[in-house]
């Protein structure tokens, strides 16, 4: 904006003639000179459910000028020179969009709806793999209702009911298993030296150093998670009883 000062006349009509010229400076010049910028506005969407995305980045290309959408997904970017501009459109989840050739006119907002396609990662294989919990009744009742072969067993929470103090008194609760010496068990009838006794899958050697047996007061009860007893032979335990 101009102004012209003119020094003839009273003081009034130096203001009346400022007045005059300034309006008359203004008219001169196009709109075009002062009022150069464009604004954009329109939605962001998902392209395949029309869902609209809050918080997607609009962004226009080679400026750091951009907006986030709405909660309506709506988003406003003002201040754009005016031309044609390329708009990037990010989001999460979504593959990123250039949008060129896109036309801001002079003192105006133009629309321009935005459509996002969600990205897909091929996955070959998704293996979950899980241990079955061991130390309630219900899992105990499932490894019986499924084993080859007889098999008998106490969880943790029983044994956590029980007033028993060593492995050997939580044996003896077992139908078929006498306790011998307060420690050696007897299965079924067959001498203590026939039993086989593993921790986690491992074997134990025997406790004694003149025979082959295994002292079960060794461990407390407390450190049990469950305690299992095979009463028959089975393919993948060792066949020294036999």
Known sequence: MFSFLVTTGSSSSLRRWTLVWTLMVMGCFPP???????????????KSTNETLIGAAVLVKGTTNGSSTDLDGKYLISGINAGKVTLVVQYLGYNSLEVSGVMASVGKTERMDLYL???????SEVKVEAEALKTTVSAIQLMQKNSASLMDGTSSD??????DRNTADVLKRSSGTTIQDGKYAIVRGLNERYNLALVNGAMLPGSEPDKKVFSFDIFPAGMLDNLIIIKTAQPDLPGEFA
């Open 158 to 163: 029983q044994i956590k009911k029980s007033p």
């Open 32 to 46: 075009s000179l002062w009022a150069q910028t464009a604004s954009l506005t329109g939605i962001v969407r998902d």
């Open 117 to 123: 396609d969600p990205s897909f990662t091929a996955l």
